[in-house]
Structures are given as structure tokens and as C-alpha cells.
């Protein structure tokens, strides 16, 4: 319950950082983006092992751990976080994020195949309403055209640009809770250790790592001269950006602690209802907003609550025969 709960959390978070971010490439580089969120994440998490006291669990992690760990950081912070940049500036947050949703399935058939979690048919229930959701918020080309002679957007999207990287960010992000889950399943759990204090040390090994990449993607001097010119307007952006999407990765690595994936992985979907209220707050010029944006919170919501249930309190509560009771408690595959 706990780990979905924190998973909730991170989904909002998540959806702060992609307004953020958004409202901070409309004029600066997607480059300047990366060179300050990515490395904001380390004394963030080193602060969240202070606060924990994980030095233990970090300790911990063996050389096998260790490569799993960064190559999630290398894979989300890095070539995902990149592609949801570059997505965001092509073509805004809101018309990216039906793209980004299918990393849901990337991550329940990764999940099933190399972690041997399964599927319950409420969780299957769940996992449709969840992916749902994020459905309801689109509207049919005709609509968007009409909205948008009533309202004209402060810019014209590049649909091949955005849509290639909002795929790509779907399978980086899609496939890096699995590397996470290796990670943390190649090392012994310390004594005395606790789930959360354990993901915030997982976090801060992949942030190290992702950090040293993007330090190697700046040495040569064509990419340090397009970090120059960048204004105090969108350094503030991009700060709020890596403080946001700092809390949204240290719950993300939080609920994985402590939640197999085929439950963070669903609930993490929410973002792409949340990011549509961000954006109407943040940058409501700047996006393109369809309907069904309530209905779509509502239904979101009710599959992660139901994500959340126990089969055996499902039947129990609601005074299920025995066979249905069996059949809620069988999974797959």
C-alpha cells in the first residue's frame, strides 16, 4: 500500500518537472535542461541518505548492483529524460504524453519475462482503468483544429520530432524500473535496513552515474558554447524542473523498494493526468488541451485505488463466492 502510495506521489511530482521543464525550453536549449537537472539530483539524494541514514545500503550493493544501478541512471536520467525534453520543446507536454504511455507495457512484459512478477486480474482491472485515463484526455484531430482557431497556440508543433522522442523516452523510461529491480535484487538487504532508505541509495548510485555521463557529453567545447547564453528566466525553470523531478525519481526509487514493478509501474501513469492540470497552471499558452480531462482524474484514480487491493479483502468485503475468490487470486503468467 505504502509503495503505491508513494508511486501516487511520484506521478505528481513528475508531472511538475515536465511543466517546468517545458516552460524552461520554449526558449532555452534542451542541453542547458540536462546540464543542470541531472547533476541537481546528487546532492539531493546525498541529502535523502543523511536524512535515511542508508549509508549501510549503499554499502551494500555489490558490483553486480552497481551496474545495474547506473546503467538505470545512464538509461532514464540520461537518454529518457533527454527524449522527454526534446519531446516537451517539439511539441509540448500534453500531446506527448499518449506517446510516452505504452513504456507501461515496455515495463509489465520486462517484468514478467526477467523478474517473474505476475499479473492478478484486479490488478488487470487496475492496469486498464490506469491506462485508461490518459486516453480520455485526447480528442480527435477535427476537435484539436477547432480549439485551436478558438484559442491559437503560442506555437506550432513538430509532430515527427516530438512523437519520435516521446517513443523514445517511453522505452527508456519503460525499461529502467527493471534494471532498478536487478539492481536491488543482486545485493544482500543490510540488517536494520529499511525499503526506503534502500531505494535512496539506489537512487543516488544511478544519479551518479547518469551525472557522469552528461559530464562526458560536455567535454567537448561545441556542446560547452550551447550551455552559454542561458537566461536567469530559464535557469529558474530548469532548477524548479531538477528540484521537482528530484523528489519524483527519490519516491520513484522509494516505491520500487518496496512494490514490485507491475504495481509502480501502472500507478505511475497518473503523470499524464497530472501534467494536464500543471501545464493549464504553468503553461496553459504553450500546450494543447483536450477534453475529458475530469473524467479522465476520476477513472486514473479509481485504478489506482484499485491497484492497491488485496484479493483476499476484495472478496471478503464484498462477500464473494469461493470460486470468484479463487479466480481473483490467480495470476499470470
Known amino acids: 500500500m505504502l509503495g503505491g502510495f508513494l508511486a501516487l506521489l511520484s506521478a505528481a511530482a513528475f508531472a511538475l518537472n515536465n511543466a517546468a521543464a517545458r516552460r524552461g525550453v520554449l526558449s532555452g536549449s534542451v542541453l542547458q535542461a540536462m546540464a543542470i537537472s541531472v547533476p541537481f539530483g546528487v546532492p539531493f539524494f546525498l541529502a535523502g541518505l543523511l ?16 551496474l545495474w544501478l547506473a546503467g538505470a541512471g545512464a538509461l532514464h536520467f540520461v537518454v529518457g529524460r533527454y527524449a522527454n525534453y526534446r519531446g516537451a520543446k517539439a511539441v509540448g507536454a500534453n500531446l506527448m504524453g499518449p506517446v510516452q504511455d505504452v513504456n507501461i507495457i515496455v515495463s509489465l512484459v520486462l517484468a514478467t519475462a526477467f523478474l517473474g512478477e505476475s499479473i492478478t486480474p484486479i490488478m488487470a482491472l487496475g492496469i486498464v482503468l490506469v491506462c485508461l485515463g490518459p486516453i480520455l484526455t485526447w480528442e480527435s484531430a477535427d476537435k484539436r483544429a477547432g480549439a485551436a482557431r478558438k484559442r491559437p497556440l503560442s506555437f506550432t508543433p513538430a509532430y515527427a520530432e516530438g512523437f519520435f522522442f516521446a517513443a523514445l523516452s517511453a522505452l527508456a523510461y519503460g525499461a529502467s524500473p527493471i534494471l532498478v529491480r536487478l539492481g536491488l535484487d543482486a545485493a544482500p538487504v ?28 560536455l567535454l567537448p567545447s561545441v556542446n560547452r558554447r550551447r550551455l552559454g547564453g542561458l537566461s536567469r528566466h530559464d535557469a529558474t525553470w530548469f532548477l524548479l524542473a531538477g528540484l ?38 504553468i503553461n496553459r499558452e504553450h500546450e494543447d488541451f483536450g477534453g475529458g480531462v475530469i473524467l479522465a482524474t476520476v477513472v486514473s484514480l479509481a485504478g489506482a485505488i484499485v491497484l492497491s487491493l488485496n484479493a483476499d479483502v476484495v472478496a471478503g468485503a464484498l462477500g464473494l463466492s469461493p470460486d470468484v475468490a479463487a479466480f481473483l487470486r490467480r495470476s499470470w503468467p
Do not use: C, H, K, N
Open 190 to 217: 543490510s540488517p536494520g535496513s529499511t525499503g526506503l532508505g534502500r531505494g535512496v541509495a539506489a537512487g543516488l548510485v544511478s544519479y551518479l552515474a547518469a551525472t557522469l555521463v552528461v559530464a562526458a557529453l
Open 51 to 66: 536524512i535515511f541514514g542508508s549509508f549501510e545500503d549503499l554499502a551494500s550493493f555489490s558490483p553486480a548492483s552497481l
Open 244 to 281: 521537482f523531478v528530484g523528489v519524483a525519481q527519490m519516491l520513484r526509487y522509494m516505491a520500487l523498494a518496496l512494490a514490485p514493478v507491475t504495481i509502480v509501474a501502472p500507478m505511475m501513469r497518473l503523470t499524464s493526468v497530472f501534467r494536464v492540470y500543471f501545464s493549464w497552471l
